[in-house]
């Protein structure tokens, strides 16, 4: 098959905005919506935007047809329909909340739980076809690309429809839900029309396709497989814990103003963008003197990985020391060094994550991509309470907010660690003894292990 030139890897980038403006308008405007407006428990939006993320443990049985049928066009469409079907629904159950709130709320739990499908359903097919068509050399920047398109879908929706819906009413929010719905898809069908191309009919495994349950078995009997989905379930839980206690922490201990606590999370998602585009730039250097006894090795993604837990761990015990000297601590400078470090991981991560699919049995990609996903969608659910509550315990056990927060931060430095320590694991080169038949093996980025021949059966 052709490998992907950037224009390509950039109209994938548009079906990756599209799925973001969706998710943007149900996990953020409508939980605005039901706290506001309709004056509803802050509990509850928080366990909707949760339900989506469980519902993402379907992945690997959505990578799993996609690998069935040899094409993941179909399942991107799909899934951008039943996405976009899900935002609609459950602005509809936002609505209906306000005269009959059982209806609503049993409405709005059936549409987050289609949100979560389509997001699986076409999020890990679209990362399926990242990682079969983008040469090595190409990977940390498409990653890059892609995502920072993803967040110009965040960005553009938030505003685009924050205009729209005013003044509020129900029927605005129902008809800009539909309004955005309807362009994503549409932008999917443009993005996504002769892209796979039609040698990709003929990419189905040989013999009988197995059950799902015997993929997945297979899959997690690889060693790097296993060992790389605890990987990402760690570090994503550490990468999303910090998110809603940071605001808070300026605002308790620093005196922050709502205004300046928000500012303050826009100087982290600068740095998050830096960090993106330092990998990325590295990434292009490296491709570009690869012979070069430096530049050919600050492209590696292992490197980017485990150093970018390891800077984020750093960073996060700079809170802790922050939290417990209070004013005069470099708050922002600290802030800003997380969002690099956790911007630098994160395409570390990625770019690993479109290699490693290629590794061990074949027509196994996107089984093994699901699987990936659904680690880090249960992390990124289960982040938001895990640093919330650990936060309230905190407080209720020591007295000072900053001593407190600072606990915590330093608990979230800790699992950076861990997950440095997991990636080194799966990276750290196999005996020489064993070495003769190592299972997998890439030169330069390697995420090696010992010898299974089996596991390539």
């Not at 490998?3 to 548009?14: E, H, K, T, V």
């Not at 800009?176 to 191309?197: D, I, K, Q």
């Not at 980017?304 to 390891?310: F, H, L, Y």
């Not at 694991?425 to 003769?436: G, H, N, Q, T």
């Amino acid at each position: 098959m052709t490998p992907f030139g950037w224009g390509s890897i950039a109209r994938l980038g548009l079906v990756q905005m599209a799925l973001g403006a969706i998710v943007v308008l149900t996990t953020s405007t409508l939980n605005r919506v039901m706290v506001v407006e309709l004056a509803l428990p802050a509990l509850l939006p928080g366990m909707l935007v949760a339900l989506h993320y469980l519902v993402q443990i379907a992945r690997p049985r959505m990578g799993h047809g996609s690998d069935v049928g040899g094409r993941r066009t179909p399942w991107i469409v799909g899934g951008m329909a039943v996405l976009g079907v899900g935002g609609v629904v459950a602005a509809l159950g936002t609505v209906w909340m306000a005269s009959d709130r059982a209806a609503g709320i049993a409405l709005a739990v059936f549409g987050f739980a289609l949100v979560g499908l389509g997001v699986s359903a076409s999020g890990t097919s679209l990362l399926v076809m990242l990682a079969k068509r983008v040469p090595a050399t190409r990977r940390a920047g498409a990653a890059t690309l892609v995502w920072m398109m993803m967040i110009a879908g965040f960005a553009l929706t938030a505003g685009l429809a924050g205009h729209l819906l005013e003044p509020y009413s129900p029927e605005r929010l129902l008809a800009v839900t539909a309004g955005v719905s309807l362009a994503a898809f549409a932008l999917t069908l443009l993005a996504l029309r002769g892209l796979e191309g039609a040698q990709a009919r003929y990419a189905r495994p040989s013999g009988d396709a197995p059950r799902f349950q015997e993929a997945l078995a297979q899959v997690w009997g690889e060693p790097v497989a296993r060992r790389f989905t605890i990987f990402v379930f760690v570090s994503m839980l550490a990468y999303s814990a910090q998110d809603l206690i940071l605001e808070p922490f300026a605002g308790t201990v620093f005196g922050y103003t709502p205004g300046a606590s928000t500012q303050l999370s826009g100087v982290q998602h600068g740095g998050v963008l830096a960090g993106m585009l330092l990998v990325a730039f590295s990434g292009a250097l490296a491709a570009r003197f690869p012979l070069h006894p430096l530049l050919g090795r600050i492209g590696s993604l292992r490197g980017w990985t485990i150093g970018g837990c390891v800077a984020s761990a750093l960073a996060l015990f700079g809170l802790t020391l922050a939290g417990l000297q209070g004013d005069g601590a470099p708050l922002k400078a600290t802030v800003f060094a997380l969002g690099l470090a956790n911007g630098a991981f994160s395409i570390g991560a990625i770019g690993s994550m479109m290699r490693l699919a290629g590794e061990g049995r074949q027509a196994r990609e996107g089984v093994r991509m699901g699987l990936w996903g659904a680690a880090q969608a249960v992390a990124f659910g289960l982040g938001g309470l895990v640093g919330t509550g650990a936060s309230d315990l905190a407080r209720w056990l020591i007295a000072t907010p900053g001593s407190a927060y600072a606990a915590v931060f330093a608990l979230e430095g800790l699992l950076f660690l861990l997950s440095a320590a997991l990636a080194w694991r799966i990276s750290a080169p196999a005996p020489k003894a064993a070495a003769r038949t190592p299972a997998f093996s890439h030169a330069g980025d390697a995420f090696t292990v010992g010898p299974n021949p089996r596991q390539l059966s």
